[in-house]
């Protein structure tokens, strides 16, 4: 009996552990170039592809560890619609084969509702998240998956801090899944609320975050002190 018992409890371990490992990458939007080069110096996005190449960037970091390592990634695609309008280049498709290229199971959004449900179904459907990684703009109260795309320099669909224990369920996440937001000013308060609320830190940039290097093959970097 004790040795069934303990057989058990093994492949329950074992099943845990295996459904337990996906990532979850939430890629933001980008401005409208025509837009922003109107604002000078205060212009976002020169390059359409700043998330998603931070995206893949991360994943091939966390292959590199874990060649199994599995992804959800959550794109906001009303902005890359946009854009490729605006470029007349079929942006959504090269998302479409990026996210083939890396085996990860895409999922399209076309608002923040979206995203929150599609990341409780991550964490339901395909086992508990074990990381979560955001890259988009943002300020120090809410991931801002739409910016200067539909209104200039404004956003229309945002994950706002106060949304968070309303919106992403607790329990999608495993104990002690790494988070990080490699939008701006997230570390000044969003970081505290995502902690209240799920019970895990985020780690967040206390001023802008800098996607120059993501052409350069390496993740973003902070101006700031990185917070959780």
């Known amino acids: 009996m004790a040795r069934w018992l303990k057989l058990c409890f093994l492949i329950l371990c074992c099943g845990f552990s295996s459904a337990s490992g996906v990532e979850v990458i939430l890629t933001g939007g980008v401005a409208l170039k025509s837009w922003e080069y109107l604002r000078g ?28 390592q599995e992804f959800v990634w959550i794109v906001y695609r009303p902005a890359y619609v946009s854009r490729s309008r605006e470029e007349g280049v079929d942006y959504v498709s090269r998302i479409r084969e990026t996210a083939r290229k890396y085996a990860a199971h895409l999922v399209l959004v076309d608002s923040s509702n979206e995203a929150c449900r599609a990341i409780n179904r991550a964490g339901r459907n395909r086992g508990l998240i074990s990381s979560f990684i955001y890259f988009g703009h943002s300020n120090a109260h809410a991931f801002m998956l739409d910016y200067s795309n539909s209104i200039i320099g404004s956003s229309k669909q945002w994950i706002h801090e106060k949304d968070i224990a309303l919106r992403i369920s607790r329990t999608a996440f495993a104990p002690g899944a790494e988070c990080v937001s490699y939008g701006c000013y997230t570390g000044l308060s969003m970081s505290k609320y995502w902690h209240a609320a799920l019970g895990i830190p ?20 902070g101006t700031g002190s990185w917070r959780q």
């Open 202 to 221: 985020l780690l967040g940039n206390t001023a802008s975050t800098r996607y120059q290097p993501v052409g350069e093959g390496r993740l973003p970097v």
């Open 41 to 68: 110096p205060a212009k976002h996005d020169n390059w359409w592809a700043n998330f998603v190449r931070a995206s893949t960037i991360r994943m091939q970091m966390q292959r590199a560890q874990n060649p199994k």
